[in-house]
């Protein structure tokens, strides 16, 4: 079995930053697209790229399978539970499926 576990969110004024971590352990032969998503309340869950502002990044360690999302000068409307989804083969003869972590709750606010 798969596992993906988020970890880095909080609560952060205006202007502030954040790193989340998302990495996939468990069972796993290979791991293949991973992705940020988030979801906002009373919103539709997006998926989160890096910005074209330079504020939001995304990065990966494979040798971990573990995938970040550096969050700077965030604002009140970043506020959601981000979300980090997986493609993965838990074995060498078994189909790629795709996993879910359970989020991890950004708050912006003074």
């Known amino acids: 079995q798969v596992e993906i576990v988020e970890s880095g969110g909080g609560l952060v004024q205006p202007g502030g930053s954040l790193r989340l971590s998302c990495t996939a352990t468990g069972r796993i032969f290979s791991v293949g697209a991973m992705y940020w998503y988030r979801q906002a309340p009373g919103k539709q869950r997006e998926q989160v790229e890096d910005s074209v502002t330079g504020r939001f990044t995304i990065s990966r360690d494979n040798a971990k399978n573990t995938l970040y999302l550096q969050m700077n000068s965030l604002k009140p409307e970043d506020t959601a539970i981000y979300y980090c989804?997986?493609?993965?083969?838990?074995?060498?003869?078994?189909?790629?499926?795709?996993?879910w972590g359970q989020g991890t709750q950004v708050t912006v606010s003074s």
């Open positions: 989804t997986v493609h993965a083969r838990e074995t060498i003869i078994a189909p790629t499926r795709q996993y």
